[in-house]
């Protein structure tokens, strides 16, 4: 299973960016898929996810009403819609799948089997 991510990009703070994750797989619908993001000299940290079934969403507090993932099964890509950036947005985003069930919690990234390169998204304020 590869992921590719693309989208990211330098915006301005209160901009918009989407990001997509194509996911080379015939099974993309059985898998979990998330977000996490690595600001530099900081740890990975878990963004947004959403389940298998594409109706169940979770995200972290920092992002919630800002950011939102969905995914198209048609064309086997995941998508991270992120919306009044801010500077701290500013991180390498991943995406990764689960394939399911998870043996911790969502937002461990320990949980992803498969992950993608990053892309870098710059806030500028």
């Known amino acids: 299973v590869q992921l590719q991510a693309s989208g990211g990009g330098l915006v301005q703070a209160g901009g918009s960016l989407r990001l997509s994750c194509a996911v080379s797989?015939?099974?993309?619908?059985?898998?979990?898929m998330g977000w996490f993001r690595q600001a530099p000299g900081k740890e990975r940290e878990f963004v947004a996810v959403?389940?298998?079934?594409?109706?169940?969403?979770f995200y972290t507090d920092s992002v919630k009403d800002r950011f939102t993932i969905s995914r198209d099964s048609a064309k086997n890509t995941v998508y991270l819609q992120m919306n009044s950036l801010k500077p701290e947005d500013t991180a390498v985003y991943y995406c990764?799948?689960?394939?399911?069930?998870?043996?911790?919690?969502?937002?461990?990234?320990?949980?992803?089997?498969?992950w993608g390169q990053g892309t870098l998204v710059t806030v500028s304020s």
């Open positions: 990764a799948a689960n394939r399911p069930p998870y043996k911790g919690s969502y937002y461990q990234s320990r949980e992803y089997d498969y």
């Open positions: 797989a015939r099974t993309f619908s059985t898998y979990n």
């Open positions: 959403i389940m298998r079934s594409g109706t169940s969403t």
